[in-house]
């Protein structure tokens, strides 16, 4: 951890669970340090499956930073991940949404608003989806991901690679999605994955949130000269003409959510804390 | 992009995927991967298939690669010049 341990310790952080629609949801809220003015809250909507145990160094740093600005941030395992109750296969996309909405409705209840929504890679989808049922009017995305179809199939790789790696017979994506289609429950990368979350992640899209909205659009790249990606730039402009604010950065760092061993980029907790203390 | 430069991004990818680090200086065409470098597990060969589309900006379809394709650095480059090519 970056911050000092005087720092760590003024930082309030309180774990509790949240009795969801499954049932219980834990939940972590990162609160400001005592005599810092209250800017708002933010609600983190995880990456999906391995991603988000590879981001939890990172995440848990950038809710230290945004608390330490005055934000209260909410951080919540969803249903059958992580330390709420469940298992991933019993993980639905709705009660997910749900769970996810009333814990920022309990952030307004504790005094943090308005609510900024912030969603990393697959959570970007979810976190435009709650930002549009509250009538939120800011956005933090960090790497979002555009179609949930193609990020199930990307995810079904995990599978094919591991068989593979086997020698075995390899399954496709095809595959997978024709075992799928018949009612099974399918085994990627140790989770256990439900025909009705597929399918409803199937159909989610990063759509644009209602004009006159401001999204902080971020990006990691390997090296200073580039910019966010061309799809991304595709969508940013159709936002935009949509009167969407959309204020796109690519920093430099490492895919932590993606990498071996855990990592950290710096760059974009700070390039995050300037831009939701209006530095930016 | 010629042979030698297809080589040197292919080995940039795997040290930033992997981060090897310097150990990815010393890997040759016939380095030997899967089953040698203990980080690539099967979720690592995605990342790399993933950072492979990304940087040279072409798509990898399921069947198209199979565990003799990571068997060395070099059937991993000639994997990707093929793809290059068509």
């Known amino acids: 951890m970056t911050s000092s341990a005087s720092e760590a310790h003024e930082l309030e952080l309180r774990p509790f669970f949240h009795a969801g629609v499954a049932g219980r949801v834990f939940s972590l809220l990162v609160a400001p340090p005592r005599g810092v003015p209250r800017r ?29 600005l005055g934000y209260g941030v909410l951080l919540v395992d969803l249903y059958g991940t992580g330390d709420s109750e469940g298992e991933f296969a019993a993980g639905r996309l709705d009660a997910w949404r749900n769970d996810l909405v009333a814990g920022c409705r309990w ?30 009017r800011r956005l933090l995305l960090w790497q979002p991901v555009a179609d949930g179809r193609q990020y199930m199939d990307q995810f079904f790789r995990l599978r094919t690679a591991a068989s593979m790696m086997r020698g ?35 159909n989610l899209r990063l759509d644009a949130p209602p004009g006159g ?4 659009w971020l990006e990691v790249v390997r090296d200073a000269d580039t910019q966010v990606s061309v799809g991304s730039q595709r969508m940013i402009a159709s936002w935009r003409q949509t009167g969407v604010d959309v204020r796109p950065a690519a920093v430099v760092g490492q895919q932590f959510w993606a990498t071996v061993e855990t990592t950290v980029a710096p760059a974009l907790i700070e390039h995050t804390s300037q831009s939701l203390s209006g530095h930016a | 992009m010629d042979r030698a430069a297809t080589l040197d991004e292919v080995r940039r990818v795997l040290r930033d995927t992997l981060q090897l680090g310097r150990r990815a200086d010393a890997l040759t065409t016939k380095s030997q991967l899967l089953g040698t470098i203990p980080e690539l597990d099967s979720m690592a060969v995605v990342s790399v298939i993933t950072a492979i589309e990304e940087r040279f900006g072409f798509t990898v379809a399921d069947d198209e690669i199979s565990a003799e394709t990571f068997a060395t650095l070099g059937s991993l480059t000639d994997f990707v010049d093929d793809k290059l090519r068509v």
């Open chain 1, 40 to 68: 708002g809250g933010v609600l983190f909507v995880p990456p999906f499956a391995e991603e988000m145990n590879k981001s939890r160094r990172q995440v848990m740093l950038q809710a230290r930073a945004l608390a330490t």
């Open chain 1, 107 to 136: 952030l307004g209840r504790e005094g943090f608003e308005p609510v900024v929504a912030w969603g990393l890679r697959w959570g970007a989808l979810l976190a435009t989806d709650v930002l549009r049922t509250l009538g939120l």
């Open chain 1, 168 to 202: 075995g017979a390899r399954e496709t994506a095809q595959d997978l999605r024709r075992q799928l289609e018949a009612g099974a429950t399918i085994e990627v990368a140790g989770y256990e994955l439900h025909p009705e979350l597929v399918r409803a992640n199937d």
């Open chain 1, 213 to 216: 909205c401001v999204v902080d």
